[in-house]
C-alpha cells in the first residue's frame, strides 16, 4: 500500500516471486568502507521492475508503488537506485471480449477484403455488458445462423484494471516525480534489462546511469516499429538504436559494464563518493588494492 508521497508504504516480509505487481521495493542497510557496521552504515531506497510478471509494463499499481517510493527517498535525502528491466506502459487486451468477438466480413469468402465491423452474439453481448466490458449497439437485421442477434462493439473497456490510457497518465507521475527526486536527492538507475518507453525516460531523468552491455537497450520503441514506419529494414536489432554504443556516446549512460555482478559493484562504486544523506557530509575511505 501507498500514496504519492511515500507516507503510508508498508513493510512486508515475504518470498520471493509472491508481489502481485510488476514493482518491487527495498530499504536497505548497507555496510561499507564508507559507513562501517560500527557507525550504523547508510540506508538506500531500491526499486526495480519485476519483469517477469507481464513482462515488467507499468500498470496504475506499479506506478504509484514506484512514485511513493521515490518520494520516500527524495523527503528523507536518501539515495534512489532504480533497477530497469521493462516494457514501458502496459497498453492491455480485454480478454474476456478477445475469446468472443466477431468479424463481420465484407466478403466471407475472402476476409482479405476487410470488415464492416465488429460485433458480439445476443449471449455474449449479455456476460459482458452485465460486467461492463463492452458497449455495443444492436445490428438491425442481422442474424446469426442459430437465429440470435448481433451487437456491432462501440467501445472495449475491458472488465480488468489498467488496460489503457490511464497507464499513461501514471507515467506522466512517475516522470515528474523523478525530475523532483533529481534536484532533491542523488539519483542512480542500473539498466540490466531492455528499459522501454516510460522506462527510457525514467533513465534519462535519473543522474547517473550503468547500462549492461548486453540485452539492455534504452529504448522510446522497437526496431521492428520503426522499420515500419520508415518502409525499409533500416534496422536490424534494438542494439543499433539504444545499446551501449548509442547510450554511452551520447552521454545518457555514463558507465557500460559486462554482466549483473559487475553491475552491482558499480552502484557501489558510485554509492562511495555520495554522502549517507542529502546535505551530510562525504566520507572518504582507503579502498584496498584490487577492490571496489
Same mark, same amino acid.
Given at each position: ?12 516480509? !515475504? ?40 513482462? %515488467? ?12 517510493? +521515490?518520494?520516500?527517498? !527524495? ?13 514501458? &506502459?502496459?497498453? %492491455?487486451? @480485454? ?7 466477431? &468479424? ?24 459482458? #455488458?452485465?460486467?461492463? +466490458? ?7 437485421? @442481422? ?5 440470435? %442477434? ?9 472488465? #480488468?484494471?489498467?488496460?489503457? $490510457?490511464?497507464?499513461?497518465? %501514471? /507515467? ?40 549492461? @552491455?548486453? +540485452? ?20 536490424? +536489432?534494438? &542494439? ?12 545518457? /549512460? ?9 553491475? $552491482?559493484? #558499480? ?12 546535505? &551530510?557530509? $562525504? ?5 584496498? !588494492?584490487?577492490? /571496489?
Amino acid at each position: 500500500a501507498s500514496d504519492d508521497e511515500g507516507d503510508d508504504l508498508v513493510e512486508v516480509v !515475504r518470498g520471493a516471486g509472491q508481489n502481485d505487481i510488476g514493482m518491487v521495493a527495498w530499504r536497505l542497510t548497507l555496510f561499507t568502507p564508507q559507513y562501517p557496521e560500527a557507525t550504523g552504515g547508510r540506508e538506500v531506497i531500491v526499486v526495480a521492475n519485476d519483469i517477469t510478471y507481464k513482462a %515488467g509494463s507499468f500498470g496504475t499499481r506499479e506506478d504509484r508503488l514506484f512514485a511513493a517510493v +521515490s518520494a520516500y527517498a !527524495r523527503r528523507r535525502g536518501l539515495p534512489r537506485v532504480y533497477l530497469a528491466a521493462n516494457s514501458g &506502459a502496459r497498453i %492491455g487486451l @480485454a480478454e474476456e471480449v478477445k475469446k468472443c468477438f466477431r &468479424a463481420a466480413w465484407v466478403d466471407e469468402a475472402d476476409p482479405t477484403k476487410g470488415f464492416r465491423y465488429l460485433y458480439v452474439t445476443d449471449a455474449d453481448y449479455e456476460r459482458l #455488458a452485465a460486467s461492463g +466490458s463492452i458497449r455495443a449497439s444492436r445490428v438491425e437485421g @442481422a442474424t446469426e445462423p442459430d437465429g440470435g %442477434g448481433r451487437w456491432r462493439i462501440d467501445d472495449i473497456i475491458g472488465a #480488468a484494471p489498467d488496460l489503457g $490510457v490511464e497507464n499513461l497518465r %501514471g /507515467s506522466g507521475l512517475i516522470a515528474g516525480e523523478t525530475s523532483r527526486a533529481y534536484a532533491e536527492t542523488f539519483t542512480l538507475t542500473y539498466v540490466t534489462g531492455r528499459s522501454v518507453g516510460i522506462g527510457a525516460y525514467l533513465v534519462r531523468l535519473g543522474q547517473r546511469t550503468i547500462q549492461k @552491455a548486453s +540485452s539492455a537497450p534504452i529504448l522510446l520503441t522497437g526496431y521492428e516499429a520503426l522499420n515500419k514506419l520508415i518502409g525499409s529494414d533500416v534496422y536490424t +536489432s534494438n &542494439a543499433q538504436i539504444g545499446g551501449p554504443k548509442v547510450m554511452a556516446s551520447n552521454g545518457v /549512460s555514463h558507465t557500460v559494464v559486462q554482466d549483473d555482478l559487475e553491475g $552491482v559493484a #558499480a552502484v557501489l562504486r558510485w554509492l562511495a563518493y555520495v554522502p549517507r544523506q542529502r546535505g &551530510a557530509p $562525504v566520507v572518504f575511505a582507503d579502498m584496498p !588494492r584490487g577492490e /571496489s
